[in-house]
């Protein structure tokens, strides 16, 4: 049997100190120094966000003056997007789990993993000290010329501070690329690979090329801000609409970025917890990249109302359909992996399930902004809101959570009470979807977004949406105090807690500095339960 | 099977798992041991320095289809402005450059082949090359300067460069020209640091027919900024219209 | 619940939400092309809720009929299956062909105003905008408009990116500084609607809001004729074009150095560099505020820019006054 867990040295225990932590270079307290960080980021941003929809149970605002909700509003896009979303699953999951899931030892570059979790807590600083110093109230989109030469606020600061943090991205995604490509164990060919790595492949494509434009964008834009040279200024001849088309092409594959991990978690969760090989494991691992490559042909749909030619927009519209398929193709494919399945309810599952419903529900409303017709009229509206937030919370979020909660025992060694977890993942489920659906119909009604004021007629559902984002808001606290408190009290956890196939599972938890005493050699396919009894250890 | 699943008759031929097998074989101090084998960290290294270099191209890809955009806008004021290049200086700077990527391989081949003089002499030669090419720029960037053809900084907005080309057109080429000649050169001075690195390596013998890896990584990094510059040449400076 | 079942169902319930006066689900349907926008919705809506509570409720069912009942149970592998692989890529392939092209073809057609459009200048700024009529009123934050008649709206900005809503004919456009952005519409239903700014604009974007009245002609016709100002837009810009000195070179009494402006507009021009562009109100506001850009063959190019002399507004009156002596728009607009 398995020496008690507290007697074996593990990646926690190897060494101690405060210097041992930030000079690490093991991959797996990389990854516990970017939870901890994009933690507190998630706070920030939700505290803006909790502000923001108290403010609005008024017509004429509770809160706050105008300038303040806009800087509100500000703040939590750019933190959530840029300080949570985008480096969520793949800064924690990711540099946790690929080395482990492809039987490496560590990621192919360990100081420069190190370097991409400083150059995130620099451009998180900037962005703080933006915030602290007077705010920013572009919007997180930036656009010019109101962000270039009307706003008096901390532009450069924050851009600085999203720029420097962009290079932290790229450097994660140039790490697993490398990894995946060249440190598989052996026998672990591409299609025997976890699709959870197949997802962290495409994202780091699209972090490999999307990141540096949007780079490059907020560069120009600092310069021109300072220097007033005037690139986005109408005046001297520059064009608004270049930025918005710069802004777009890296904003647009983002909002893969944050999704596409997302998608690779539920993969693991759906098969561990009905303990069957995903139905469809070709088509789900080329989805990914499928959407990964046309992620970068459909920015032009943020864009319909501006003006640009039909034709664009004709375009535009066509690719944004193709890249529904793809997700569609997944979702089929995931309920199609319950079919006879063995499946069990705790935490991670249900936030699986709750993702595959949200999501598909924000992408299909996706389809009404790809359909030119409607996005005249929805584009600019609380339909926008609410589409993206079914996505990225309903959906990111949640994958986010349930892969916390299913791999927490392996980070941790600890087990955290499922019932409180199931718990809060029923609360979220409830809030989030209070606060969000009632935004569709506010938009479609026509209440435009970023608003701080609105006329009354629109009360009653600005209510709703802030009365669900109270029990959100609730929902979220409650994971943060029983997986804290799980570090310390929470019962030892086995090797494989859940009896799930994967490499991860096949060393103690938690894991050892080196992953595995000795490489595994891998000589089946991924998620085979049924090839023979699962090691519940 | 691709190399990044290893062969695996390579690794139970012994009857020993590969990490075991390998793990005592002996080795320099330059394998670091998240990895199985010399071979695969140098492929390692090399890949990743080829996925940097994308986004690099993707980085200055943004400005580059900037200006082919407003370019598009204002032939006039953009052909202008280039007119007002120094061709002289930026041929010269060519020049330069491609002498300097020269030496820069002939630095790897020694590196390939164990030769430490003149592995140290030709990475001297890059950097001293690497060094003219920012003298040069840095004499049209003050020629400029005194012209007052720096936008927003030092810029005479009365200038009529051209009759066709209403003044801030041309403002917008000087835009795009300093933006990307001055990213290009700020690639040339981590370049430079870069050089320095491995210059104090080579003399320090680190370097040998087993491990030469990092010289040849930096290769692909100088070459890259080599090759931007190629482009940025034409682009800034040839195609004005001045040799209609 | 099939897609068609689906589609009545919401159409039902929309329509029954929107009897139901503290609750509507849509705005009301005030303009001609309002009511095909709905119908897109409806479709999309339907489409929506047919796959997602499809989704949850196979999801339900098989959590509910394949839950874990030991520990040690393992389920049999179920095969892929290329045929519902193809089934469920290319079903939703077609529906999202569908949606486009129904889309887009509403779109197209929505997109070009009628010829015979009355035409209203809205110009935005922050954080209020200025509309007027060519008769000459000028009003801020409110939009009369006549019912029944095709309404096209030329707009620009002074200063930010905005954009003009109006949800009860589900039309919007951003409206940008330094060009003109077109829509249009026609009212069907006499009212009181909102207008907003849709695009974020600074510290009183939410405040950029406004009023659409669209009454009888009637009552149009009155409130014209009652609006003190009795300066149409191509007076007064007959009156800026004395003011700013263009009739010196460019009037019928001038001295020739710029190109007379009778029957200019809509009309093509050739420039120096040997480019054909038309005369239209971009053109004629490019002329005045950047001349350099548009040298014309056969003209000397010293006219100055009257960039920050003539604010926005003007410009709109002086092209007013150019189209005023001229033939009709060019189709090419």
């Given at each position: 049997m398995e020496a008690p867990p507290t007697s074996r040295v593990n990646y926690l225990n190897a060494s101690y100190g405060v210097k041992s932590w930030l000079f690490t270079t093991d991959h797996k307290r990389i990854a516990l120094l970017y939870l901890a960080s994009i933690t507190v980021m998630f706070f920030v941003g939700g505290i803006a966000a909790t502000l923001m929809r108290f403010h609005l149970v008024q017509p004429e605002g509770a809160l706050v003056q105008p300038d303040t909700y806009n800087k509100l509003f500000t703040i939590h896009g750019v933190v959530m997007v840029f300080f949570f979303l985008v480096p969520s699953i793949p800064a924690t999951l990711g540099n946790f789990l690929v080395p482990m899931m492809i039987g490496a030892r560590d990621l192919a570059f360990p100081r420069i993993n190190l370097l991409s979790w400083y150059i995130y807590i620099v451009g998180a600083g900037f962005t703080l000290y933006a915030i602290m110093t007077g705010g920013v109230d572009t919007g997180w989109t930036f656009y010019t010329p109101f962000s270039s030469n009307y706003a008096h606020t901390q532009v450069i600061a924050t851009a600085l501070g999203v720029f420097i943090t962009g290079f932290s991205s790229i450097l994660t995604g140039l790490n697993f690329i490398v990894t995946i490509h060249k440190m598989r164990a052996p026998g672990l060919t591409w299609f025997r690979l976890p699709l959870f790595i197949w997802s962290m492949y495409a994202t780091s494509v699209i972090f490999i090329l999307g990141t540096p434009v949007i780079a490059i964008t907020l560069f120009l834009l600092g310069l021109e801000r300072l220097l007033h040279v005037g690139i986005f200024d109408p005046a001297i001849g520059g064009d608004?609409?270049?930025?918005?088309?710069?802004?777009?092409?890296?904003?647009?594959?983002?909002?893969?970025?944050?999704i596409l991990p997302g998608m690779g978690v539920i993969s693991e969760l759906i098969t561990a917890f009905s303990k069957k090989k995903i139905f469809g494991y070709t088509f789900v691992a080329f989805s990914s990249m499928a959407i990964a490559v046309l992620s970068f042909l459909v920015w032009g749909h943020h864009m319909f109302v501006t003006g640009q030619s039909v034709y664009a927009g004709l375009i535009f519209s066509v690719l944004s359909f193709m890249v529904a398929i793809p997700s569609a193709i997944k979702v089929f494919n995931w309920t199609a992996t319950l079919y006879k399945g063995s499946i069990s309810y705790q935490a991670p599952m249900l936030y699986a399930l709750g993702f595959i419903g949200l999501f598909t529900m924000g992408g299909l409303t996706g389809l009404f902004l790809a359909s030119l017709a409607t996005d005249v009229h929805l584009n600019g509206t609380y339909f926008i809101v609410a589409h993206f937030h079914y996505i990225m919370v309903g959906g990111a979020v949640m994958a986010y959570l349930g892969g916390i909660h299913f791999w927490w025992p392996k980070i941790t060694g600890k087990l955290y009470p499922d019932g409180w977890a199931r718990l809060a993942a029923a609360i979220i489920f409830v809030g989030f979807n209070l606060t969000f659906f009632p935004q569709f119909v506010l938009g479609y009604l026509g209440m435009p977004r970023r608003y701080a004021v609105y006329p009354p007629e629109f009360q009653v559902l600005n209510v709703m949406s802030s009365a669900g984002a109270s029990i959100l808001a609730v929902g979220y606290l409650i994971p943060l105090i029983y997986l804290t408190w799980s570090i310390r009290y929470g019962p030892a956890a086995s090797a494989n807690p859940w009896g799930a196939k994967g490499l991860e599972w096949e060393t103690p938890s938690p894991p050892p500095t080196e992953n595995f005493e000795e490489i595994p050699i891998v000589t089946e396919e991924a998620y085979a339960y049924a090839e023979g009894r699962t090691a519940h250890v | 099977?691709?190399?990044?699943?290893?062969?695996?008759?390579?690794?139970?031929?012994?009857?020993?798992?590969?990490?075991?097998?390998?793990?005592?074989?002996?080795?320099?101090?330059e394998l670091r041991h998240h990895f199985e084998e010399a071979e695969q960290q140098h492929e390692a290294s090399t890949l990743g320095m080829w996925v940097f270099l994308a986004t690099e191209i993707l980085f200055f890809g943004g400005l580059f289809t900037a200006y082919t955009?407003?370019?598009?806008?204002?032939?006039?004021?953009?052909?202008?402005?280039?007119?007002?290049?120094?061709?002289k200086a930026g041929a010269a700077n060519t020049a330069v450059l491609i002498g300097s990527s020269f030496t820069m391989a002939s630095a790897v081949h020694a590196a390939q082949t164990g030769k430490r003089k003149l592995l140290v002499t030709c990475l001297i030669l890059t950097m001293i090359l690497g060094c003219v090419f920012l003298g040069i720029k840095y004499t049209e960037y003050a020629e400029h300067w005194h012209e007052f053809q720096v936008p927003g900084l030092h810029w005479d907005s009365a200038a009529t460069f051209f009759k066709n080309a209403p003044n801030g057109s041309v403002e917008l080429f000087f835009c795009f020209y300093f933006f990307m000649t001055g990213l290009h050169a700020v690639h040339m001075i981590i370049g430079l640091g870069i050089m320095t690195v491995m210059l104090i390596l080579s003399w320090r013998g680190r370097f040998a027919e087993k491990y030469f890896s990092p010289i040849e990584i930096s290769g692909l990094y100088w070459h890259f900024v080599d090759i931007i510059w190629i482009f940025l040449f034409p682009l800034l400076y040839l195609i004005g219209g001045r040799y209609q | 619940m099939n897609v068609t079942s689906s589609y009545q169902l919401c159409a039902a319930v929309y329509a029954f939400a929107g009897k139901w006066p503290n609750f509507p689900l849509k705005p009301p349907t005030a303009s001609t092309t309002a009511a095909s926008v709905d119908h897109l919705q409806f479709a999309l809506t339907a489409i929506t809720l047919f796959f997602t509570i499809g989704i949850f409720s196979t999801i339900f069912y098989f959590m509910v009929r394949y839950r874990r009942r030991s520990e040690d149970e393992i389920p049999a592998e179920t095969q892929t299956s290329l045929p519902l692989e193809l089934t469920w890529t290319i079903i939703p392939t077609l529906i999202c062909a569908g949606l486009f092209v129904w889309a887009s073809s509403l779109y197209f057609e929505n997109s070009r105003p009628p010829n015979a459009a009355m035409e209203i200048f809205v110009i935005g700024k922050q954080w209020m905008w200025h509309l007027q009529h060519t008769e000459g009123p000028r009003e801020i934050d409110e939009l009369h408009v006549p019912v029944g008649v095709p309404v096209k709206l030329t707009m620009t900005s002074e200063d930010v990116i905005h954009d003009f809503f109006i949800p009860v004919f589900r039309i919007k456009k951003d409206v940008l500084p330094g060009r003109y952005s077109t829509i249009w519409f026609q009212a069907t239903k006499i009212g009181t609607y909102h207008f907003f700014c849709a695009q974020y604009c600074g510290t009183d974007h939410s405040g950029m809001i406004g009023w659409v009245y669209v009454m009888s002609p009637s009552d149009y016709a009155r409130w014209l004729n009652s609006n003190v100002n009795k300066e149409t837009m191509a007076g007064g810009g007959q009156r800026l074009f004395t003011q700013f000195g263009c009739v010196t070179c460019h009037g019928p009494g001038g001295n020739g150095t710029g190109p007379s402006l009778q029957g200019i507009y809509g009309t093509q021009v050739t420039l120096r560099t040997g480019q054909n562009r038309t005369v239209d109100d971009a053109f004629i506001r490019q002329a005045i505020v950047n001349p350099n850009a548009l040298p014309l063959a056969n003209f000397a190019p010293i006219m100055p820019s009257f960039q920050g002399q003539v604010d926005e507004e003007q410009i709109l009156q002086l092209i007013a006054y150019v189209k005023s002596l001229g033939p009709e728009e060019s189709e090419m607009k």
């Open positions: 608004p609409l270049l930025f918005q088309h710069l802004f777009w092409f890296y904003s647009h594959p983002a909002v893969y970025i944050m | 099977m691709r190399k990044g699943a290893r062969r695996m008759s390579e690794t139970v031929s012994s009857g020993l798992p590969a990490h075991a097998e390998r793990h005592h074989v002996g080795h320099g101090p955009i407003y370019r598009s806008f204002y032939l006039p004021g953009f052909e202008a402005g280039s007119r007002l290049l120094d061709v | -």
